[in-house]
C-alpha cells in the first residue's frame, strides 16, 4: 500500500558530507511525522533526527549542529543533510513515516528498507 524508498547512502571520509533523500508513494492521504533512524551492528535502531508536517524538528543530541532533516510535503519526501560525519555515524539509516491512508482511518507507521552510511579513511 505505501512504500518509503532511501537513497544517498554510502562511504565518506571523516568530516565529509552525504545527503540522504526518503520518497513516500502508494495510498496516502497525508502523512505526519516522518524521521530517520539508525542502526549499527549490534545495536538498537535509534531516532536521528523526526519532523512534523507543520516543519517542528527533533534531532538527538549526537547530530544537533551537524545534521539537518528537512521535508516536502507536497512530494512526500524527507531529506537529512549530514555534515562534519564520524566514524561513530556508521549505521544503516532507515526512514519512517506516519502514513493515513484514507480519510478518517487509522496511521499506520511504515519503514523503508535502509541505506548503508559507513564513515571512514
Known amino acids: 500500500q505505501v512504500q518509503l524508498v532511501e537513497s544517498g547512502g554510502g562511504l565518506v571520509q571523516p568530516g565529509g558530507s552525504l545527503r540522504l533523500s526518503c520518497a513516500a508513494s502508494g495510498s496516502i492521504f497525508s502523512i505526519g511525522v516522518m524521521g530517520w533512524y539508525r542502526q549499527a551492528p549490534g545495536k538498537s535502531r535509534d531516532l536521528v533526527a523526526s519532523?512534523?508536517?507543520?516543519?517542528?524538528?527533533n534531532y538527538a543530541s549526537s547530530v544537533k549542529g551537524r545534521f539537518t532533516i528537512s521535508r516536502d510535503n507536497a512530494k512526500n519526501t524527507v531529506d537529512l543533510q549530514m555534515n562534519s560525519l564520524k566514524p561513530e555515524d556508521t549505521a544503516v539509516y532507515y526512514c519512517?513515516?506516519?502514513?493515513?491512508?484514507?480519510?478518517?482511518?487509522?496511521?499506520?507507521?511504515?519503514w523503508g528498507q535502509g541505506t548503508p552510511v559507513t564513515v571512514s579513511s
Open positions: 519532523i512534523t508536517s507543520g516543519g517542528f524538528t
Open positions: 519512517d513515516a506516519a502514513v493515513m491512508t484514507n480519510w478518517g482511518g487509522p496511521v499506520s507507521t511504515y
